[in-house]
C-alpha cells in the first residue's frame, strides 16, 4: 500500500464501526473502514463514497509536507546577487536536506580528486 509501505494485502471490514460525531465534529472514519486510491482490491466487491480529494487526501497532506520541506515553497528566502551588467537580480537558492548537502560534499570532492589525477597523468606521462 502506498500510505503504508506494506506489500501484503490488509483486509478491510465492510462493518467496521464508525466512531460516532462529537459536538460539531463529523464522524470519525479509520484505517478499518477507509481505502485510498492506490488501494487494489484482492477479493470481494465494494461500494464507496469519496470524503476528500487533491491536496486535502492523506497522499496531498504528504505532498505538501516534502514541498515545504524541501524549500520549493514561494516564501523561501532569496539572496541578492550583482549582475556582470549591472543592477541586482534575485538568486533563490532553495533549503537543501542532509542528504543532498551530503551528495553535494561528496560531488565536490570528486571533482578535486578528478581534476588532481588529470594533472597528475598529464604530468606523469612519458608520450608527453
Not at 553535494?104 to 598529464?122: C, N
Request: hydrophobic letters at 40%; a positive charge; glycine letters at 10%.
Amino acid at each position: 500500500m502506498l500510505l503504508t509501505g506494506k506489500s501484503e494485502d490488509v483486509p478491510k471490514k465492510y462493518n467496521a464501526p464508525i466512531h460516532p460525531a462529537g459536538a460539531g465534529k463529523p464522524a470519525k472514519l479509520t484505517a478499518s473502514n477507509m481505502v485510498f486510491s492506490s488501494t487494489t482490491i484482492t477479493a470481494g466487491n465494494a461500494r464507496g463514497i469519496v470524503v476528500e480529494t487533491g491536496m486535502n487526501t492523506r497522499v496531498g497532506s504528504i505532498a505538501a509536507l516534502l514541498q515545504a520541506k524541501s524549500g520549493t515553497d514561494a516564501s523561501a528566502e532569496k539572496k541578492w546577487t550583482r549582475n556582470p551588467l549591472g543592477g541586482c537580480i534575485a538568486k533563490h537558492r532553495p533549503k537543501l536536506t542532509p542528504l543532498q548537502r551530503a551528495l553535494h560534499s561528496i560531488e565536490y570532492v570528486m571533482g578535486l580528486i578528478a581534476v588532481g589525477v588529470a594533472i597528475l597523468v598529464f604530468i606523469v606521462d612519458p608520450r608527453a
